[in-house]
């Protein structure tokens, strides 16, 4: 169980949400791929499900992303980079 448990924790040991949906929709993908073509007998376009998914992550992820800066920016926790001779 380790290993899938650091594949999906981040630095901090926390869960990624990003990393768990990566996991979930190739989980999905693969199924729904199995299922049109052996029970429908007709043809699933992986790559088009894929675009999908990654847009779906990606605006999650900037989102997300947004959402922590903005978080960071209102606390007063920025960091100053000075240079030093």
Request: hydrophobic share 45%; no cysteine; aromatic share 10%.
């Amino acid at each position: 169980m380790t290993p899938i448990k650091d594949s999906l924790t981040g630095n901090d040991n926390a869960f990624e949400f990003i990393l768990i949906g990566s996991v979930l929709a190739f989980i999905i993908g693969m199924g729904l791929q199995i299922y049109v073509v052996l029970a429908k007998a007709a043809v699933f376009s992986l790559i088009d499900f894929g675009i999908g998914v990654g847009s779906l992550l990606t605006g999650t992820g900037l989102g997300y992303g947004a959402k922590k800066f903005g978080d960071r920016e209102q606390s007063g926790t920025t960091t100053t980079i000075t240079e030093t001779k």
